[in-house]
């Protein structure tokens, strides 16, 4: 199976049946995020148990794209560090805009299926747009927006 396919065939299995889909009840951390040039509407919600993301879920309305980051996305932070969550957040965002090596070290496992959309420029945002809102999230900042040029969105992310 080549890349264009299993990445096409992620995309559709996480939209259909996005993982962590819903509500967190007594979550520690929320988050916001907006991207008005495609509509993807996204609210996550965080339980941090110390520095350790305890449950996470988002709901919201956006893109299959946006979806199903937002899917895997859930899935591999649940039980990490706050500090392993943003280092994914900064690698996942490298990866999609073609900063990332991906033939040298980094953390992104089965999520390097989302490389591609470096090639779709138009879609990069749709797919970062969870991370943003994780990290806002995590930072106790309520909203973010792909276009807001004050928005912590647009200030480097971990160590970048």
């Given at each position: 199976?080549?890349t ?42 965080l ?22 980051s ?13 500090a ?46 969870p ?30």
């Open positions: 199976m080549n264009k396919s299993l990445y096409q065939e992620v995309i559709l299995d996480h939209n259909k049946k996005p993982r962590n889909y819903g509500t967190l009840d007594k979550a520690s951390h929320h988050a916001v995020g907006h991207n008005p040039l495609c509509g993807d509407h996204l609210d996550i919600a339980n941090l148990e110390g520095e350790r993301i305890d449950g996470i879920a988002f709901h919201g309305e956006s893109c299959a794209i946006c979806k199903a937002a899917s895997m996305m859930t899935t591999v932070v649940k039980g990490k560090t706050r392993d969550a943003e280092t994914l957040i900064k690698e996942f965002r490298d990866m999609a805009t073609g900063t990332l090596d991906l033939e040298g070290q980094h953390h992104l496992g089965r999520l390097t299926v989302f490389a591609g959309v470096r090639d779709l420029p138009t879609r990069v945002k749709c797919a970062i747009l991370w943003h809102t994780l990290h806002a999230a995590l930072n106790a900042v309520t909203t973010t927006s792909t276009e807001s040029e004050d928005d912590p969105m647009h200030a480097p992310i971990g160590d970048a």
